[in-house]
């Protein structure tokens, strides 16, 4: 790898160079293989970067001389670190293509979403984008307040579900609501409704948002019904916490447990 290059990957640390360039980067060994797979229909890797030796390469990844002969880069180990997000690198990152943006209609046959209104934690949104995928849900669809579903935090964190999940940076989530004819399910700490008296059924869009501020209003008022948690102990709970609480009640009622 070249100068320039090796500066390309630090840059896509911030969010402003992902935009510009339309890549961004997974780190780790586990993030790598997840996007090297041949069924992640949304991940389109770029090359590899490692200061591992290619046996230990062929070791994890399998035989991806096929992919041309500039695929894998490899880099001196101190070089590696320089360009790591991580403390004590793998030494493996995967830089991928970002996928197109999507919009209503992409979504307009499906019938199970969620969207996050504010969830600015990178964490919190890479763990409901996670749970999302392992209950099911469709898609995610992020409000401009969100974190970077492409950022180093968000992608580790969602473990590889960035690769595969539909996920809509900076949507309009009313539009999307109203558009696609979703039934808007918002978790409020207020809602009238307790979750596991509330219908969940048909075509929804469960709505979460920010612990500080909660949903907007103006996706409030798209929202058709109002659920809460019970909570025995405590203020509230954290908001990746409350969506997997809420996506795999609609999940156990599904499968009729």
Do not use: H
């Not at 390309?8 to 790598?32: H, N, P, S, W």
């Not at 995928?133 to 898609?139: I, L, M, R, T, Y």
């Amino acid at each position: 790898m070249n100068k320039e290059e090796i500066k390309l990957i630090k840059k896509l640390q911030m969010r402003k160079y992902r935009d510009e360039t339309g890549i961004f980067v997974g780190e780790g060994v586990r993030l790598a293989s997840e996007a090297l797979r041949e069924d992640n229909s949304r991940a389109e890797v770029q090359y590899v970067v490692t200061c591992k030796q290619e046996a230990e390469i062929r070791e994890i990844f399998g035989d991806i001389s096929e992919r041309g002969k500039d695929f894998v880069r490899y880099v001196p180990p101190q070089v590696f670190d320089a360009i790591a997000e991580t403390r004590n690198s793998q030494g493996v990152l995967v830089v991928c293509k970002i996928p197109p943006r999507a919009n209503a209609a992409d979504i307009a046959g499906k019938s199970n979403i969620v969207m996050c209104d504010g969830i600015s934690e990178p964490g919190n949104l890479g763990t409901i984008i996670r749970t999302a995928e392992c209950a099911g849900v469709e898609a995610v669809a992020l409000s401009a307040g969100c974190a970077d579903p492409y950022g180093g935090k968000v992608v580790r964190a969602t473990m590889g579900a960035i690769f595969r999940l539909l996920v809509m940076p900076d949507s309009d989530l009313p539009l999307l609501i109203r558009e696609g004819k979703f039934r808007g399910i918002a978790a409020c700490v207020d809602g009238d409704n307790m979750l596991y008296d509330a219908d969940l059924s048909g075509k929804t869009a469960i709505v979460v948002g920010s612990e500080a501020r909660g949903i907007s209003e103006n996706v409030l008022a798209e929202c058709e019904t109002r659920v809460k948690i019970p909570i025995f102990g405590g203020e509230s709970l954290n908001v990746s916490i409350a969506t997997g609480v809420i996506i795999y009640e609609k999940v156990r009622r599904t499968i009729n447990l």
